[in-house]
Each structure stands twice: as C-alpha cells, then as structure tokens.
T-cell receptor, first 117, second 115 residues
Framework: GAVVSQHPSRVICKSGTSVKIECRSLDFQATTMFWYRQFPKQSLMLMATSNEGSKATYEQGVEKDKFLINHASLTLSTLTVTSAHPEDSSFYIC?????????????FGPGTRLTVL | AQSVTQLGSHVSVSEGALVLLRCNYSSSVPPYLFWYVQYPNQGLQLLLKYTSAATLVKGINGFEAEFKKSETSFHLTKPSAHMSDAAEYFCAVRVLSGGYNKLIFGAGTRLAVHP
C-alpha cells in the first residue's frame, strides 16, 4: 500500500514556541491531505483539509492562525503550531489521498506526538 | 448529519474467542463505511470498507463486517482472536461537507485479548 511519513515522530517544545510537523507521501501524489488531532484515549478529530496549491479548509472551531497548514507540493504538507501552549499537546496524524476521485482510499501517517511544556 | 456510534469503549476477549466490535451509523443517504485499526503510537490502518458493492465485506487479518441497513449497523467480527489483535479500532463514515469528502470517526473501541 501507499506510504505516508511524518516527521518528527515526537517533539517536545517550550510554551510560546512554534513547531512544524511534516507529512510526506512517499510513493504517490497526494492531491488532498488531511490533518487530525487525537487526544489520549479519544478519537481522531479532523482539523483541516487541503488540496495541493490551495488554502486549507479548516473545521469549525479550529484556529487557522494557530494551526498553519501548507500543502505546497503533491508530496508534502506541513502543519505549524504557532505559539504552542500545553493544551496543544496532542497526537497529530496526517492523511493523504491521491487522484480526483473523492472515494479513493486515505492513507495515514504514523503520527507525531507533540508535548508542550 | 452523518455519524457513527461505537458501542463499548473497551472489549476484552480470550485468545481464540469471537471478536465482535459494534458500530451503528446515522445517514440519510447510502453510507460509505470503514473500519480502521490503530496500534499504540501509530497511525491508522484500513481493515475494510463498505461501498455498497456487497453487504458482507472481508478485510485484512481475518476481519469482516456486515452492512445491515435494517439495523443501521456495520459490526466488525473475527472468528478467533489473536494476541496481536489487541489495538484500538475505529469505525468511520465518509461524508460530503464543505465541498470535501471527509472521514468522520467514531469514538473507538479498545480491544484487549488475554491468554
């Protein structure tokens, strides 16, 4: 199957700093990418959806100025958590889908665990 | 709005026993339904999906699920549990919102398998 990677797998930062998480599709072109966050023992909550070269569409309640998403190429999307605070600590998972068929399978990355001190 | 509800946040079975993880959906249109598995500190892996072609769907690792419209259910089963099946399982439905097709996940069910 298609492979999606995330980097870093874990990151610890101080409150007030910004953190960038990369998501890459390794063997396919990701027309659409999704970013989810998952709190401990909870489900995945969709944060935003982005198409390559377009601005991301954020879900209700997600601060677009705090969670900056860039999908500049067909193999790379980045999520930047700006001015991170302890409540931003979470497991962030990206997902990628290829092609224009909206029913194509979504492939998930291994996740990035962010801890804000 | 389309959604899925997973009954039982924790399920515990003995090795070799039947696994049954419950998922009910709410949808006014024929749904596209999925089951994913998540191992600790990892992303999600697709187990199987229902896209209206057949009501009984077979997936990887011996799992299968049956779509029952009359019960609005899509329960996941496996005849004989293995220790390696211990993980978190998510039911999901694909919805169209804001011009995008998105996956909406249930709360998840943690499966424990004991010897």
């Amino acid at each position: 199957g298609a492979v999606v990677s995330q980097h870093p797998s874990r990151v610890i930062c101080k409150s007030g700093t910004s953190v960038k998480i990369e998501c890459r599709s390794l063997d396919f072109q990701a027309t659409t990418m999704f970013w989810y966050r998952q709190f401990p023992k909870q489900s995945l909550m969709l944060m935003a959806t982005s198409n390559e070269g377009s601005k991301a569409t954020y879900e209700q309640g997600v601060e677009k100025d705090k969670f900056l998403i860039n999908h500049a190429s067909l193999t790379l999307s980045t999520l930047t958590v700006t001015s991170a605070h302890p409540e931003d600590s979470s497991f962030y998972i990206c997902s990628a889908r290829t092609g224009t068929d909206p029913y194509n399978e979504q492939f998930f990355g291994p996740g990035t665990r962010l801890t804000v001190l | 709005a389309q959604s899925v509800t997973q009954l039982g946040s924790h399920v515990s079975v003995s090795e070799g026993a039947l696994v049954l993880l419950r998922c009910n959906y709410s949808s006014s249109v024929p749904p596209y339904l999925f089951w994913y598995v998540q191992y600790p500190n990892q992303g999600l892996q697709l187990l199987l999906k229902y896209t209206s072609a057949a009501t009984l769907v077979k997936g990887i690792n011996g799992f299968e699920a049956e779509f029952k419209k009359s019960e609005t259910s899509f329960h996941l089963t496996k005849p004989s549990a293995h220790m390696s099946d211990a993980a978190e399982y998510f039911c999901a439905v694909r919805v169209l919102s804001g011009g995008y097709n998105k996956l909406i996940f249930g709360a998840g069910t943690r499966l424990a398998v004991h010897p």
